[in-house]
């Protein structure tokens, strides 16, 4: 299976910033696309932002402008800027991976366990 990984979230100000990462891993898979969702209690899990291997990449309306995710230097590997946090962006956040495992002929959407960001002065 693969196995996702995020870090980073933590309690900040508003107008402050969170890098958050996340790391792939598992035998002999191939991504095509990775990003990044959020969930606040009693709500629906929420698109951010997501980056495909090759091209460009792609943000919620609510994030544009402020957030930014981009390919780490580590073999699946991504990270997303949170830059003006207010307090409407506290969630939890998700990393997620859309991959396909050795051969096989079709892919299937992975997730991460989360990882807290609070917004609070």
């Known amino acids: 299976q693969v196995h996702l990984v995020e870090s980073g979230g933590g309690l900040v100000q508003p107008g402050g910033s969170l890098r958050l990462s996340c790391a792939a891993s598992g035998s002999d898979i191939s991504i095509n696309v990775m990003g990044w969702y959020r969930q606040s209690p009693g709500k629906q899990r929420d698109f951010v932002a997501s980056?495909?291997?090759?091209?460009?990449?792609n943000y919620a309306d609510s994030v544009k402008g402020r957030f930014t995710i981009a390919k780490g230097n580590a073999k699946n590997t991504v990270y997303l800027q949170m830059n003006s946090l207010q307090p409407e962006d506290t969630a939890v956040y998700y990393c997620?991976?859309?991959?396909?495992?050795?051969?096989?002929?079709?892919?299937?959407?992975?997730w991460g366990q989360g990882t807290q960001v609070t917004v609070s002065s």
């Open positions: 980056i495909p291997s090759i091209g460009s990449p």
């Open positions: 997620n991976a859309n991959a396909r495992e050795g051969t096989g002929p079709g892919t299937r959407w992975y």
